[in-house]
T-cell receptor, first 110, second 118 residues
Framework: SQQGEEDPQALSIQEGENATMNCSYK?????LQWYRQNSGRGLVHLIL?????REKHSGRLRVTLDTSKKSSSLLITASRAADTASYFC??????????FGGGTRLMVKP | DAGITQSPRHKVTETGTPVTLRCHQT?????MYWYRQDPGHGLRLIHY???????DKGEVSDGYSVSRSKTEDFLLTLESATSSQTSVYFC?????????????????FGPGTRLTVT
């Protein structure tokens, strides 16, 4: 079963707009991670936020974590066509295993 | 792809035949994982390894076996392939970051193997 569930499943925006993806999970976590997958490729680690952190930034990425609501969001600002990909959240329960959600497919139109 | 290769990259096989997929890493990481990715299911863990000859089952291990005789190689075997095992298979390694309470693992993925069972 999936620990993380992304919302929406698919998102289509224009270049320059912001993209927001949400992830909900069920059990307590050590940290939550976001990954990107370009078509036909493996997943690439984007950012990690620990359970005692509420917000983290990396370039155009902003991640928030609300452990009381068991949810996280990934914001990509000023999106580019190259951001077109699937985005996955993954929860780390401190057991050396990650549990992935079903992903959000992002399409950024030039 | 962080020094991780998978072979073959594509394979078509017939139902009932055994199939072995290979994952090779050059990073000397202790933890290695096999996932399958299917539409609507995201990534699901099949088996993982925490050292040479040390392996354990994941969420969807039925019909699969693994072996790790060397740190750098992690093999996934479909003992008798079925059409339900048609999927994209990803290998990953786990890299440790941070210390103490900040200790965590990030995973790095290989390019994937597309397996079709006819």
């Amino acid at each position: 079963s999936q620990q993380g569930e992304e919302d929406p499943q698919a998102l289509s925006i224009q270049e320059g707009e912001n993209a927001t993806m949400n992830c909900s999970y069920k059990t307590s976590i050590n940290n939550l991670q976001w990954y990107r997958q370009n078509s036909g490729r493996g997943l690439v680690h984007l950012i990690l936020i620990r359970s005692n952190e509420r917000e983290k930034h990396s370039g155009r990425l902003r991640v928030t974590l609300d452990t009381s609501k068991k949810s996280s969001s990934l914001l990509i600002t000023a999106s580019r066509a190259a951001d077109t990909a699937s985005y996955f959240c993954a929860t780390d329960n401190a057991g050396n295993m990650l549990t992935f959600g079903g992903g959000t497919r992002l399409m950024v139109k030039p | 792809d962080a020094g991780i290769t998978q072979s073959p990259r594509h394979k078509v096989t017939e139902t009932g035949t055994p199939v072995t997929l290979r994952c090779h890493q050059t990073e000397n990481h202790r933890y290695m994982y096999w996932y399958r990715q299917d539409p609507g299911h995201g990534l699901r863990l099949i088996h993982y390894s925490y050292g040479v000859k040390d392996t354990d089952k994941g969420e969807v291990s039925d019909g699969y076996s693994v072996s790790r005789s060397k740190t750098e190689d992690f093999l996934l075997t479909l003992e008798s392939a079925t059409s339900s095992q048609t999927s994209v298979y990803f290998c990953a390694i786990s890299a440790s970051v941070g210390r103490g309470k900040g200790f965590s693992h990030e995973q790095y993925f290989g390019p994937g193997t597309r397996l079709t069972v006819t």
